[in-house]
Structure formats: structure tokens, C-alpha cells
């Protein structure tokens, strides 16, 4: 009997959820991290609790077989990857001081919006929002005094040429990741090109270094959005043209949001680009419903009848 192929999207979710298991195991102990270290089990077990749930009742209500069930442990613990993911991702970027209730909101947000902000997507209701950046963005938007996690947590304890050893090693397993499973090459380039640009065109227009634009691009927190959050094969599309779109939108909506002052231009332009995609998607889907009802009704009209003509007939005397 010929195995089963392994499907692309789950080993890439599997190796994110490794790959950023790994990341904060060692962030805690080495590195820095700030948040304390039974944050990110509390995370991790408020987005297994709610995603599980959520699951039940959409299974319920459209009369299937939950997701998590039908193959055993390995079907329950691959079903939880994305989850798994979004809570350790929303633990390690935000910074909420000693308020955990917030940070178990924004797990609840990012997960919740899986189900409740969707669009259809080749005949399928498909999330279009990144869950963690979600999470994240609803938080720095609700409350003020919360933040993202301060950037020298990721090299805090290094010093010297130790300082690369981080970015470098996201930059050679996310590229890896990224070409071989989630095939978003295409938008990560025009993301990392757009973000040059920008730097450049805000340096013209009001009068800021170039350095100091491009010097983000060094650090380790813009090195793991790139590689880890705008990525997402969930909410981001496939064809190289649109993740050109995808990538080159968020570069420039960064540099509209840095350019105005809004801090945080990073999560504030990409879940921009999200709820754009997501309204686009509804107004294919609208206009094609509007066509299919179109063609129904002109199927359904009675045919028109045949003219009737009138014969004189000329009688001759």
C-alpha cells in the first residue's frame, strides 16, 4: 500500500510551531525575553481552550465531524499548530507589563477572529485577517499604554559578533521555510524591496536619514515579521502577482503610517492590507452572485414570440 503524501501546509505549520517553540524556550533562558515565563503556557492554553471550542460549535452547527477528531493524537495536534502559533507569537511581540488578563484578550481576539472575520476564497470561507497581528493590533488600539515587546529582549544578552547569530539563523530557516512549503517568496521580496523604497522616498520628502530608514531592516524584530508573520499562507494569497501586491502594499502603507507619526507601523500596515484583501474578496463574490443571479433570470425568461405577419391577399376581379 502506497503512504499517504504529506501535505505542505501541515509540515510548514509544524515547523513554525517548532521553529518558534524553540526560538522562546530560548529566549527565556538566554536571550531576555520580558514577559514572565508562565505567560506563554497561559497563552498557549487559552488559544488550545478556545480554538477547540469554536471548532465544536462550527462542526455542530454545520452538521460535520470536528476537525480534531477522525485521526487520533496526531490529528488533534495537528489541528492545533495554528493555534499553537498564534498564542506564542502574541506572548513574544506584545507587551502588556503585568496584566494578564490583556494578554489572554489578545490570544482570544486573534483566535475568534479566525472564525468570525472570513471570506470566501475559491468557493471557501477562508480567514483573511493574520490571526496574531490581529490579536496584537486590537490590543495597541483599545488600550494605549500597552506596546510591543522592546525589540533588545531578542539580543539582550549577546554581545559582539553573537549579535548576528540570531537574525541570521531566522533569516536561513525562514527563507527555507518560506521557498520549500509556504511558497511566499514572491511577497516577502516585494515586501523587503517596498520597505527599502519607502525609506528612500520618506528621506526625500521629509528630510530623514536614509541610514536610520534602512537601519530597521537589521533588527531582529523586523527579521521575524518578515519571516514569520507577513508570510502567513492562511491570509495571503498565492499567485506571484498578488503576493507582489500583498507585500509592496503593506511596504507602502508602512511608510504612509511612519510618515504620519503612528507608531507601531508594522501590525497598523499589515492588518490594513488584510481587511483590503478580505473586502476585495467579498466584492468578487458579490459581483459573481450578482452574474449567476443575472444568468438564472435570463434562463427562466419565457422566449419572446415570433412576430406575426398579416398576408394581404390581392383578389382579382
Known amino acids: ?7 505542505p501546509r501541515v509540515i510548514a505549520l509544524r515547523n513554525f510551531a517548532v521553529s518558534i517553540t524553540v526560538f522562546n524556550i530560548i529566549g527565556y533562558a538566554y536571550l531576555g525575553f520580558e514577559q514572565p515565563w508562565l505567560w506563554p503556557v497561559i497563552a498557549v492554553a487559552t488559544g488550545y481552550s478556545l480554538e477547540l471550542i469554536l471548532e465544536t460549535i462550527g462542526a455542530r452547527g454545520e452538521g460535520r465531524l470536528p476537525r480534531y477528531r477522525g485521526n487520533g493524537l496526531r490529528g488533534l495536534v495537528e489541528f492545533l499548530y495554528p493555534a499553537h502559533i498564534t498564542s506564542v507569537a502574541v506572548n513574544m511581540l506584545l507587551y502588556v507589563n503585568d496584566q494578564l488578563p490583556v494578554l489572554m484578550f489578545a490570544v ?5 477572529g479566525k472564525w468570525l472575520l472570513q471570506a470566501p476564497v475559491r468557493g471557501r470561507l477562508r480567514h483573511y485577517m493574520n490571526p496574531s497581528n490581529l490579536g496584537i493590533t486590537v490590543v495597541l488600539l483599545l488600550l494605549p499604554w500597552a506596546s510591543i515587546a522592546p525589540p533588545y529582549q531578542f539580543t539582550e544578552h549577546l554581545f559582539g559578533w553573537a549579535d548576528w547569530i540570531i537574525p541570521v539563523a531566522i533569516i536561513v530557516f525562514g527563507t527555507m521555510l518560506n521557498a520549500l512549503l509556504t ?4 511577497l516577502i521580496a516585494a515586501w523587503v524591496a517596498g520597505f527599502a523604497l519607502q525609506a528612500v522616498i520618506r528621506a526625500v520628502m521629509f528630510d530623514v536619514a536614509v541610514p536610520s530608514g ?10 521575524l515579521f518578515t519571516n514569520y508573520m507577513i508570510p502567513d499562507p492562511g491570509t495571503t494569497p498565492s499567485r506571484p502577482l498578488s503576493q507582489v ?3 509592496a502594499g503593506t511596504a507602502a502603507l508602512y511608510g504612509l503610517y511612519t510618515g ?8 497598523f500596515a499589515l492588518a490594513t492590507v488584510c ?3 478580505g473586502l476585495f474578496l467579498w466584492s468578487l463574490e458579490i459581483s459573481h452572485r450578482a452574474r449567476q443571479r443575472e444568468a438564472a433570470l435570463a434562463a427562466t425568461a419565457p422566449a419572446p414570440s415570433a412576430p406575426v405577419t398579416v398576408e394581404r391577399e390581392v383578389i382579382r376581379a
Open 183 to 186: 511558497k511566499r517568496m514572491w
Open 260 to 267: 504620519l507619526h503612528v507608531a507601531y507601523g508594522l501590525f
Open 275 to 277: 481587511l483590503i484583501r
Open 245 to 247: 501586491a500583498f507585500g
Open 1 to 7: 500500500m502506497s503512504k499517504r503524501p504529506k501535505d
Open 214 to 223: 534602512l537601519a530597521v531592516m537589521s533588527g531582529v524584530a523586523f527579521v
Open 108 to 112: 482570544m481576539v486573534a483566535i475568534s
